[in-house]
T-cell receptor, first 110, second 116 residues
Framework: DAKTTQPPSMDCAEGRAANLPCNHS???????VYWYRQIHSQGPQYIIH???NNETNEMASLIITEDRKSSTLILPHATLRDTAVYYC???????????FGAGTTVTVRA | GAVVSQHPSWVICKSGTSVKIECRSL??????MFWYRQFPKQSLMLMAT?????????EQGVEKDKFLINHASLTLSTLTVTSAHPEDSSFYIC????????????FGPGTRLTVT
């Protein structure tokens, strides 16, 4: 798996958009970008994934740069329940393993 | 959505005893299940990958004789921590890959093991 780099922590205000960056400069052409989050003492939760196009679902939006070397996860209206560790992972379809880095600890403040 | 359960959610055992943790996919068939371990304030570390009906594949540094994995059916995998010691105390999490899904893994809620 290509390695990813994320900021260790970030704060955001409740009700505002949270933009979580991820660098993956060595990503290969067939590798997808995945985002998971882990709320304290729970199992990780899948958020979204993409290859090269921007993606949106009910939880978040994923913006991938044209060169695919970085991406941004956007939580459009952060709530206190979005406080969690967010993991950015790159993986090829043929590799079922997920390698979790340190992630970004996001704290949403009222 | 796909739901994965784990049982028990927490367990306390004495040093030297064995503990079994179950991982079940409730509404889908899982050809592959994964077991992770997470120590406090650390990230998830993959321990092993199990496929239904075959032996598990362990990551480097994980003792296969200590952490016994049985993927008995398409909906059940078990992790048995044998002769547990206090350093085995950790948060154990399983995940399952759906039979027809190529991309997502669905995670269980985790099991907190404390060895006294």
């Amino acid at each position: 798996d290509a390695k990813t780099t994320q900021p260790p922590s970030m704060d955001c205000a409740e009700g505002r958009a949270a933009n979580l960056p991820c660098n993956h400069s060595t990503i290969s052409g067939n590798e997808y970008v995945y985002w998971y989050r882990q709320i304290h003492s729970q199992g990780p939760q899948y958020i979204i994934h993409g290859l090269k196009n921007n993606e949106t679902n009910e939880m978040a939006s994923l913006i991938i740069t044209e060169d695919r070397k970085s991406s941004t996860l956007i939580l459009p209206h952060a709530t206190l329940r979005d406080t969690a560790v967010y993991y950015c992972i790159v993986r090829s379809p043929s590799d079922y393993k997920l390698s979790f880095g340190a992630g970004t600890t996001v704290t949403v403040r009222a | 959505g796909a739901v994965v359960s784990q049982h028990p959610s927490w367990v306390i055992c004495k040093s030297g005893t064995s503990v079994k943790i179950e991982c079940r996919s409730l509404d889908f068939q899982a050809t592959t299940m994964f077991w992770y371990r997470q120590f406090p304030k650390q990230s998830l570390m993959l321990m092993a990958t199990s496929n239904e009906g075959s032996k598990a594949t362990y990551e480097q540094g994980v003792e296969k004789d200590k952490f016994l994995i049985n993927h008995a059916s398409l909906t059940l995998s078990t992790l048995t921590v044998t002769s547990a010691h206090p350093e085995d105390s950790s948060f154990y999490i399983c995940s399952a890959r759906a039979r027809l899904a190529a991309y997502e893994q669905y995670f269980g809620p985790g099991t907190r093991l404390t060895v006294t």
